[in-house]
Protein backbone atom coordinates (compact mmCIF):
# COMPACT_ATOMS: atom_id res chain seq x y z
CA UNK A 1 0.00 0.00 0.00
CA UNK A 2 1.26 3.16 -0.98
CA UNK A 3 1.80 5.49 2.62
CA UNK A 4 0.50 8.71 0.88
CA UNK A 5 -2.93 7.08 0.10
CA UNK A 6 -3.20 5.33 3.43
CA UNK A 7 -2.45 9.19 5.15
CA UNK A 8 -5.69 9.91 2.94
CA UNK A 9 -8.04 7.04 4.53
CA UNK A 10 -7.72 4.90 1.55
CA UNK A 11 -6.98 1.47 2.62
CA UNK A 12 -6.28 0.67 -0.81
CA UNK A 13 -5.79 2.58 -4.40
CA UNK A 14 -8.43 0.68 -5.98
CA UNK A 15 -10.56 3.46 -5.40
CA UNK A 16 -7.86 6.09 -7.20
CA UNK A 17 -6.83 3.62 -9.64
CA UNK A 18 -10.13 2.98 -11.15
CA UNK A 19 -11.76 6.50 -10.33
CA UNK A 20 -12.60 7.13 -14.10
CA UNK A 21 -13.87 3.56 -14.41
CA UNK A 22 -16.68 3.61 -11.79
CA UNK A 23 -17.43 7.25 -11.88
CA UNK A 24 -17.60 7.47 -15.86
CA UNK A 25 -15.18 9.56 -18.14
CA UNK A 26 -17.38 12.14 -17.78
CA UNK A 27 -17.26 12.87 -14.52
CA UNK A 28 -13.54 11.33 -13.71
CA UNK A 29 -12.40 14.56 -16.06
CA UNK A 30 -13.95 17.26 -13.67
CA UNK A 31 -13.68 15.08 -9.95
CA UNK A 32 -11.18 12.96 -8.24
CA UNK A 33 -11.26 11.17 -4.88
CA UNK A 34 -8.79 12.42 -2.20
CA UNK A 35 -9.61 11.38 1.08
CA UNK A 36 -11.75 9.16 3.12
CA UNK A 37 -12.79 10.51 6.13
CA UNK A 38 -13.84 7.39 8.74
CA UNK A 39 -15.80 8.53 11.63
CA UNK A 40 -14.23 8.21 14.97
CA UNK A 41 -15.07 4.41 16.84
CA UNK A 42 -16.51 3.94 19.62
CA UNK A 43 -14.11 2.17 22.07
CA UNK A 44 -16.37 -1.05 22.35
CA UNK A 45 -18.00 -0.89 18.70
CA UNK A 46 -18.77 -3.90 17.73
CA UNK A 47 -17.72 -4.55 13.71
CA UNK A 48 -21.09 -4.48 12.25
CA UNK A 49 -21.42 -1.12 14.19
CA UNK A 50 -18.57 0.69 12.03
CA UNK A 51 -20.33 3.93 10.29
CA UNK A 52 -19.44 4.48 6.85
CA UNK A 53 -16.91 6.56 5.62
CA UNK A 54 -17.21 10.09 3.94
CA UNK A 55 -15.46 10.53 0.32
CA UNK A 56 -13.67 13.82 0.09
CA UNK A 57 -13.72 14.52 -3.70
CA UNK A 58 -12.42 17.49 -5.50
CA UNK A 59 -14.47 18.90 -8.33
CA UNK A 60 -13.79 21.50 -10.74
CA UNK A 61 -15.44 24.90 -9.64
CA UNK A 62 -18.25 24.76 -12.61
CA UNK A 63 -19.57 21.23 -11.82
CA UNK A 64 -19.82 21.07 -8.42
CA UNK A 65 -23.81 21.62 -8.45
CA UNK A 66 -23.97 18.60 -10.98
CA UNK A 67 -21.56 16.55 -8.56
CA UNK A 68 -23.48 17.21 -5.84
CA UNK A 69 -26.45 16.19 -8.12
CA UNK A 70 -25.60 13.02 -9.11
CA UNK A 71 -23.30 12.37 -5.39
CA UNK A 72 -25.81 9.32 -4.79
CA UNK A 73 -25.01 7.41 -7.63
CA UNK A 74 -21.44 8.26 -6.93
CA UNK A 75 -21.70 6.73 -3.72
CA UNK A 76 -24.00 3.79 -4.87
CA UNK A 77 -21.03 3.27 -8.00
CA UNK A 78 -18.19 3.49 -5.34
CA UNK A 79 -20.22 0.92 -2.82
CA UNK A 80 -20.59 -1.51 -5.47
CA UNK A 81 -16.94 -1.41 -6.79
CA UNK A 82 -15.99 -2.12 -3.12
CA UNK A 83 -18.28 -4.97 -2.58
CA UNK A 84 -19.67 -3.41 0.56
CA UNK A 85 -21.33 -0.29 2.19
CA UNK A 86 -17.82 1.63 2.47
CA UNK A 87 -19.39 5.07 2.17
CA UNK A 88 -21.80 6.92 3.19
CA UNK A 89 -21.83 10.29 2.19
CA UNK A 90 -20.03 12.30 -0.49
CA UNK A 91 -18.11 15.66 0.64
CA UNK A 92 -16.92 18.35 -2.38
CA UNK A 93 -14.15 20.31 -2.14
CA UNK A 94 -13.96 23.18 -5.26
CA UNK A 95 -10.61 23.63 -6.67
CA UNK A 96 -8.25 22.65 -10.00
CA UNK A 97 -8.38 18.79 -10.98
CA UNK A 98 -4.90 17.30 -11.29
CA UNK A 99 -5.56 16.50 -15.14
CA UNK A 100 -2.03 14.87 -15.63
CA UNK A 101 -1.89 13.72 -19.44
CA UNK A 102 -2.45 10.49 -20.01
CA UNK A 103 0.20 7.92 -21.59
CA UNK A 104 0.04 7.30 -24.93
CA UNK A 105 -1.27 3.59 -25.79
CA UNK A 106 0.73 2.14 -28.24
CA UNK A 107 -1.05 0.64 -31.05
CA UNK A 108 0.15 -2.56 -32.12
CA UNK A 109 0.35 -3.66 -35.76
CA UNK A 110 -1.12 -7.30 -36.25
CA UNK A 111 1.66 -9.72 -36.30
CA UNK A 112 0.81 -12.83 -37.86
CA UNK A 113 3.80 -14.35 -36.53
CA UNK A 114 2.53 -14.08 -32.58
CA UNK A 115 -0.84 -14.38 -33.91
CA UNK A 116 -0.33 -18.16 -35.09
CA UNK A 117 1.96 -18.83 -31.64
CA UNK A 118 -1.02 -17.28 -29.80
CA UNK A 119 -3.14 -19.67 -31.77
CA UNK A 120 -1.29 -22.49 -31.45
CA UNK A 121 -0.91 -22.25 -27.45
CA UNK A 122 -4.80 -22.11 -27.41
CA UNK A 123 -5.95 -24.55 -29.94
CA UNK A 124 -6.36 -27.17 -27.23
CA UNK A 125 -9.27 -25.49 -25.33
CA UNK A 126 -12.72 -26.33 -26.19
CA UNK A 127 -14.68 -23.35 -25.52
CA UNK A 128 -14.62 -21.45 -29.10
CA UNK A 129 -15.50 -17.97 -27.30
CA UNK A 130 -12.58 -18.65 -24.48
CA UNK A 131 -10.07 -19.67 -27.24
CA UNK A 132 -10.40 -16.72 -29.29
CA UNK A 133 -10.56 -14.52 -26.01
CA UNK A 134 -6.72 -16.12 -24.88
CA UNK A 135 -5.60 -15.74 -28.34
CA UNK A 136 -6.43 -12.57 -28.62
CA UNK A 137 -4.54 -11.77 -25.55
CA UNK A 138 -1.73 -13.73 -26.29
CA UNK A 139 -1.43 -12.17 -29.60
CA UNK A 140 -0.88 -8.72 -27.71
CA UNK A 141 1.36 -10.04 -25.28
CA UNK A 142 4.10 -11.68 -27.81
CA UNK A 143 3.66 -8.19 -30.31
CA UNK A 144 4.64 -5.81 -26.95
CA UNK A 145 6.99 -8.03 -26.85
CA UNK A 146 8.84 -7.61 -29.56
CA UNK A 147 7.59 -4.25 -30.28
CA UNK A 148 10.05 -1.80 -29.32
CA UNK A 149 10.09 0.30 -26.11
CA UNK A 150 10.36 3.90 -27.52
CA UNK A 151 7.43 3.34 -29.95
Known amino acids: MDPV???QGFGAADLV???EEIVGERLARVC???KLQWPTRAPKAEPGEIEPASLIVRVESGFAIELQHVGGTIIERVNTHLGWR???KLLLRQGPVGTQPKAKRRILVDDPQARAEAQAQVES???EGLREALA???TRILSE???PKNA
Open 125 to 127: IED
Open 86 to 88: CIG
Open 17 to 19: LNW
Open 32 to 34: EPI
Open 145 to 147: KKA
Open 5 to 7: LAK
Open 136 to 138: RLG
